[in-house]
C-alpha cells in the first residue's frame, strides 16, 4: 500500500513549500494530499488515513489544535503521525500541542533538511 | 532536479489520473502509456503499434504513448501536463531556496541577538557565511576608530589571506573593500601583487558592512576556483554583512557606554574622595548622613565635643623672612604632619585657618589629649631636621575646651558650608591663645578635665582662674605637661608637688612662700617658662602688693 502525507496549511506556498522539500518521497510511491483548512483536512484524514500529517495551527474554520484533538482522541487514530506546524516564538502553542496529542512540534521557519529528515523517520523510508 | 515522472501523472490516484483514463476510454482509443524505461503506466501493450508518440518535458522524452492513431493527440495532452507539472516544479524549487535564505538570515538573527562583543559578532557572521555560500576562505576586516586601523577580528576556512598584510595596505583596502560597495571582483591582480591574497584565489567576492552612510568593514571570501560565487551567493552575503553591522553597532555603543558608564562612577568616586577631604566624613556622620550628597541646608546636630586649637607660635616673624611660596610649603608640610595625629586619635580637622587647625574629638577627650602630646612630638621631630639644616625652631601652641556644638550646614541654597557653631569654639581658640600668656605649649580647660574618663598617665598642673575679656565667667585653665620632650617632662614631673604648693601660696597671697617654691622650680628646671612667669608674677606683687580683693584671677584685656 502506497504511503500517503497530508499537507495541511492555509497558506499555498507553505503548502508548495513542504511539498517541494519531500518530492524525492515520489519516487518511493509516497502520494501527496493536501488541505487548506481543518475540516477539509479531517475528512481527508477520515478518509485517506495518511501516515502522517503537517499541520498548521492558525487556520480558518477550524485550527490545528482541534483538528490533532479530533484524530487523535475523537476519531483514535493514533497512528496517524502529526507534527504541528506553527510560528516561531508561540511557545504557549508547544504545551498545548503536547496536550492535544501532537507527536512533534515544529516552528516556521522549518528547516527543510530536517523537515525530510523527519518524514523518512516516520515513513520507515531510508 | 528532479525529473516530472509521467507515472505521476497518469499512475496515480488523482484527478488529472481519472481524467485522462476516461478520455481514452471515451475517445476509444485504443493505446497504452509507456515510461522512459519502457515500463507500462497504462493501457495494455499490443503488438506493432500504428503509432509510436513521445512525451516530453523541457525538450526531453519522458515516455511514449503507443497504439492506434489517436496516441498523438493523448502523447501531446501528457506533455502539456508534464509541462505544466514541470514548471510547477521550477516555481517550487525556487520557493525552497528563497525559503532556505529566509531560514538561514532567520537562524542568523537569533543567533546575533545572543552576543554583545564585536568580535563574536563577526566570528558568527563569518561562520555563517562560510556555511552557506561555502567558499575556500573568508575574512572579516572592521576599521578600528579608536586605533584607526583595520583589524581582523574573524577568519575562517584556508589562509588565503594574508592578515598582516590587510593591516598594513589599509589604502589599497578602503578603496576596494571598504568603499561601501559589495561585489564580486574580476581582476584580483592588485591584490595579488600587494600579497594580501594568495596566488590560488581565482574568485573574490565581498560585501560592505555599514550602518546608515558609515562604512565600518567588510566581509571578503575566497574561492579557489573560477567563477566560484554567484549573484545569489553576493546577495546572501549582503544580507549577512548588513545584519551583522547593526549588531556590531549596537555592539559597541554598548560597550562604549558601558565604559562611559564606568568612567562617569569613577568620576564620582573621585570627587566623594575629594568632597571627604574638604568636608570630614565624620562631620558629615555626625549628621546622621552618609555623604555630601545626603546633606542639605539646616542640617545639625548638637554634641559634647573636645575642641582641639592650634597654632604655630610666632609664625609672623617667621613667615617674614620666607617668600609666599616657601611660607605656603611650610604651612603644608607642618599641616601634613599634624593631620595623621589627629585623624589615629579618633578626631577630624573641621578647619584650616592658614596656619593653625581646628580639628574635633566627638568621642572623648582623652583622644583631644592623646593627639595634643602627639603633635607635640610631631614638632618635636620636625624641629630636630630644622635644627639640623640649621633653621630657626617652630614652637607651637596647643589649647582645647570641652562643651557643646553644633554642627551644622550653612550659608545660602548656592554657597555652603559646614560650620561649628558654638562657644566652645572660641572658648578653644582664646585658651590656645593663652598658650603665648603662660608660655606653656598645651593648654586645656577644667571642662576637659572634667569630662576626662581617667587621667591614666596625664600629668596635668592648675594655673588658676581667667577671666576672658568679653566673658562673664572664669575659667580655670591647666597645662598638661606630657608633651615635653623627655627630659623636660621629668624634671616637671619631679617639681610637680612644688609647682602646687607653690600655686596654694601664691593664690592665698602667701607670695614670700611662693617666691621661694618658684625659686626652687627655676633653679631645677630652669626651662620652666611657665613658672617663671608666676615668679615674675610674684616678684611684681611682692614689689608693689596686691588689691583687697584679688583672687588671682587672671584678666584677659585682649582676645
Known sequence: MDKKILIVDDEAHIRMLIGQTLEELEDEGVEFLTADNGQTALEIIQSEKPALVFLDVMMPKMNGMDVCKNVKQDMGLKDVFIIILTAKGQELDKQKGQEVGADIYMTKPFDPEVLLIKAKEVLKID | ????????????????????????????????????????????????????????????????????????????????????????????????????????????????????????????????????????????????????????????????????????????????????????????????????????????????????????????????????????????????ALQSSAGIESAMLYEKNIREVREREEAILRI??????????????????????????????????????????????????????????????????????????NGFINQYLGDSIMAIFPENPEDALRAAIGMQKAVHELNEERKQKGLPLIKAGIGMHTGTLIMGITGDEFRMDAATISDTVNTAARIESLTKYYKSPLLLSDRTLHYLHENNGFYFRHLGNVKLKGKNNLLNIVECINGFDDQQFQRKLQTLSLFNDAMSAYHEKHFENALQFFQMIASKDPDDLTSIYFLDNTKRYLREGVPHNWTGTEEMMSK
Open chain 2, 1 to 240: 532536479m528532479a525529473k516530472i515522472s509521467l507515472k505521476n501523472i497518469v499512475a496515480r490516484k488523482n484527478e488529472t489520473s481519472q481524467v485522462i483514463a476516461d478520455l481514452i476510454r471515451q475517445l476509444n482509443a485504443n493505446i497504452w502509456i509507456e515510461d522512459g524505461n519502457g515500463k507500462i503506466l497504462a493501457g495494455d501493450q499490443q503488438a506493432s503499434p500504428v503509432s509510436v508518440v513521445p512525451v516530453s518535458s523541457d525538450n526531453e522524452t519522458i515516455g511514449f504513448v503507443k497504439g492506434d492513431g489517436k496516441a498523438g493527440l493523448i502523447a501531446n495532452l501528457l506533455s502539456q501536463l508534464a509541462q505544466k507539472e514541470s514548471e510547477k516544479k521550477k516555481l517550487g524549487t525556487e520557493v525552497l531556496s528563497l525559503y532556505q535564505e529566509i531560514n538561514v538570515i532567520f537562524n542568523f538573527s537569533e543567533k546575533l541577538t545572543q552576543t554583545i562583543e564585536p568580535d563574536m559578532i563577526a566570528k558568527i557572521t563569518l561562520e555563517q557565511a562560510m556555511h552557506s555560500i561555502s567558499p575556500n576562505g573568508g575574512v572579516i576586516v572592521l576599521w578600528d576608530e579608536q586605533s584607526k586601523s583595520l583589524q581582523v577580528p574573524a577568519s575562517d576556512g584556508e589562509t588565503l589571506f594574508n592578515y598582516e598584510n590587510i593591516r598594513h595596505h589599509t589604502s589599497l583596502l578602503l578603496k576596494i573593500g571598504l568603499s561601501g560597495n559589495s561585489e564580486i571582483m574580476t581582476d584580483l591582480t592588485q591584490l595579488k601583487e600587494k600579497n594580501i591574497i594568495n596566488a590560488e584565489v581565482n574568485s573574490l567576492m565581498y560585501a560592505a558592512m555599514k550602518v546608515k552612510h558609515r562604512i565600518m568593514g567588510a566581509i571578503i571570501l575566497a574561492g579557489k576556483e573560477h567563477e566560484q560565487f554567484s549573484a545569489a551567493n553576493l546577495k546572501l552575503l549582503v544580507t549577512l
Open chain 2, 272 to 345: 566623594h574622595e575629594v568632597t571627604k577631604k574638604f568636608v570630614p566624613h565624620e562631620f558629615i556622620r555626625s549628621l546622621g548622613k552618609e555623604t555630601l550628597t545626603d546633606v542639605k541646608l539646616g542640617d545639625q546636630v548638637e554634641k559634647l565635643v573636645t575642641v582641639l586649637f592650634t597654632d604655630i607660635r610666632d609664625f609672623t616673624t617667621l613667615s617674614e623672612k620666607m617668600t609666599p611660596e616657601e611660607n605656603f610649603h611650610f604651612v603644608s608640610s607642618f599641616n601634613a604632619r599634624l593631620g595623621p595625629v589627629i585623624r589615629s586619635n
